[in-house]
């Protein structure tokens, strides 16, 4: 999944609600956007109060919805 969020085949929003990603940490996901790079991925994390080195196994629902919002802002997906 990473490789292909990178190249646009899937979306954060799948890897995120996949069962085989969730090892994966959450940064690593964050990443693979297009447009995000350390500084929005860490950003989008601290505003979330969502540890650097959390996996996703151990994200809520809300924190799920809510980080594929903000990526997609920080990425220039979406106007608000």
């Given amino acids: ?4 969020i990178s190249l646009g085949k899937h979306s954060l ?5 996949d069962d085989g990603m969730q090892r994966v ?3 690593r996901l ?7 790079g350390r500084a929005k ?3 989008i994390l601290e505003q979330l109060g ?5 996996r996703v196994s151990k994200l809520g629902s809300n924190q ?17």
């Avoid at 999944?1 to 292909?4: G, R």
């Avoid at 929003?13 to 609600?17: G, K, R, S, T, V």
């Avoid at 799920?64 to 608000?80: C, S």
């Fill in 1 to 4: 999944y990473v490789k292909a």
């Fill in 13 to 17: 929003e799948d890897a995120l609600n």
């Fill in 25 to 27: 940490r959450v940064r």
């Fill in 30 to 36: 964050l990443l693979a956007v297009p447009g995000i």
């Fill in 41 to 43: 991925a860490k950003a």
């Fill in 50 to 54: 969502i540890d650097w080195d959390r």
């Fill in 64 to 80: 799920r919805n809510a980080i594929v919002i903000l990526a997609r802002k920080a990425a220039g997906d979406v106007d608000d």
